[in-house]
């Protein structure tokens, strides 16, 4: 079931969304408190409800001041003068707002920075960074030629993940609620099960759940931690599309909602239609399509840290508009360009969990007979082509390593059974979520954990 927050496409009074457009949340949120004493349209009511957690994730993910920012941009990279800070700004590679009058860099915008603009991570690091990114292309490359000459191969992992509960807002025995995310069915996952938790799960969702949870009823006490061990194994065969093959013909498992908006961030708007247009051309070929979509954006966008995506009024928008935006944005775009075009799309979220790394990470499904469900990773396809990886870059099209592990099959899904008050992130479950019986449980009472156990490569 779609989690319905089609209200928030719904317009705003002019002064609070000037209020919240300008940062200036406190304001705002005393003309909210005087809206919701009137009559107003239940979808209005909602969507300013929802403006009160948006403007506190924004300001939970933009604490740093300018001085401090550039302070903390000087600790790891010392030659970097003031100019070059005000230009990276300007240049948009260091995320910033305006909150109450003042000007906030995100948290990780030196991250990010580091991330994305190699010449200032070798400032930082030297030739460290070199080894370090060479390490992580050679595994990545090793498992793909394996791939490729085996044609099929197989993964079998084991992992722990956890949710700690440290809070002085709560009170010792007050019942709590929890959602551990769990692998869902389907490519590329063969099968999974649960190994061990520490509690006994209230409910465990069936495998082909599209959000699929383990959920908990647990009462508080002090330093609480939710946890699971979870085994699963992955298989993936090795494709190369040829669009000379492709036919418009669709298979039973195509639905609906596979070539469906999901308001408010995968819509088709007369942007995004034009854009689409532009971008496809008059081909009918759905191979030919998709490849000129994922071209588009693994070449023309920039893989940026987002602020959490409860608070981005429009994902595929911001995308579109300004060509940057992590792998989730990435890969939403790529689905909503793909259905906007007649290409059936679908996503897939989780972690990736290679030897040497662990995270969570997004990607794409997209259908294409005679193959039926191909994937797309237009992050790491992107990360390729900036490394000048055309082989890896042309392998993400089509492919995925079997380092995956997805726990969302669709975007923008409820829970079973569903929360009780607004998600951290009402449209993904990556790390899980909880409440109490009375409100939600925020970021900073919560410490997530995923920890790779044991991994293996088999025939």
């Not at 490729?148 to 709590?176: A, C, F, Q």
């Not at 908990?216 to 609480?224: N, Q, R, S």
């Not at 979870?230 to 596979?258: C, H, I, N, R, S």
């Not at 999901?262 to 708007?269: A, K, L, N, Q, T």
Request: hydrophobic share 35%.
């Amino acid at each position: 079931m779609i989690l319905d927050l089609s209200y928030l496409s719904y317009p705003l009074p002019s002064d609070i969304s000037m209020l919240y457009e300008s940062g200036h949340f406190e304001e705002m949120n005393r003309l909210i408190d005087l809206n919701l004493q009137n009559d107003l349209p239940e979808g209005l009511r909602k969507h300013l409800e929802f403006l009160r957690y948006c403007a506190m994730d924004i300001v939970e993910a933009y604490k740093l001041t300018p001085d401090k920012a550039f302070d903390n941009a000087v600790k790891r990279i010392p030659d970097l003068t003031r100019e070059e800070f005000h230009r990276l700004r300007d240049e948009r590679t260091l995320d910033w707002r305006y909150i109450n009058g003042k000007r906030f860099y995100r948290n990780n915008c030196i991250s990010n920075l580091l991330r994305t603009r190699r010449s200032y991570a070798l400032r930082e690091k030297g030739a460290a960074i070199l080894t370090e990114e060479e390490n992580e292309a050679r595994e990545r490359d090793s498992l793909i030629h394996t791939l490729k000459e085996k044609g099929h191969l197989r993964y079998r992992g084991e992992m722990n993940e956890s949710i700690t509960v440290h809070s002085d807002r709560l009170t010792p025995g007050e019942m709590l609620r929890f959602w551990l995310p769990l692998p869902v069915s389907g490519m590329p996952i063969c099968h999974s099960r649960i190994l061990a938790s520490s509690h006994a799960p209230a409910w465990i969702s069936p495998e082909d759940t599209p959000q699929r949870t383990a959920y908990f009823e647990v009462p508080y006490e002090e330093h609480l931690t939710v946890s699971a061990r979870l085994a699963w194994e992955t298989e993936m065969t090795y494709v190369k599309p040829d669009p000379a093959l492709a036919t418009g013909v669709l298979a039973d498992d195509v639905t609906e909602q596979d070539l469906a908006q999901v308001e408010p961030h995968m819509v088709f708007s007369p942007y995004l239609k034009a854009l689409t247009r532009e971008i496809v051309g008059d081909t009918d070929n759905p191979i030919v399509k998709a490849r000129r979509i994922y071209d588009f954006i693994t070449t023309k966008g920039t893989y940026r840290f987002m602020p959490p995506y409860r608070s981005v009024r429009d994902i595929v928008g911001y995308f579109c508009a300004n060509l940057r935006g992590d792998c989730g944005v990435q890969a939403l775009t790529f689905i909503t360009m793909c259905r906007c075009c007649g290409v059936p799309a679908r996503w897939q979220s989780g972690l990736y969990m290679a030897p040497s790394s662990c995270g969570m990470h997004d990607w794409a499904m997209f259908y294409a007979a005679p193959y039926g469900w191909l994937f797309a990773d237009c992050s790491f396809g992107g990360s390729a082509y900036r490394n000048g990886s055309a082989e890896r870059h042309d392998f993400y099209f089509g492919n995925l390593d079997v380092w995956r592990l997805p726990f969302a099959s669709r975007f923008q899904h409820q829970f079973t059974p569903p929360t009780r008050f607004m998600r951290g992130d009402p449209y993904d479950n990556q790390i899980g979520e909880a409440e109490s019986l009375t409100r939600p449980l925020f970021e900073d009472e919560l410490e997530h954990c995923h920890e790779l156990i044991s991994g293996t490569l088999c025939d």
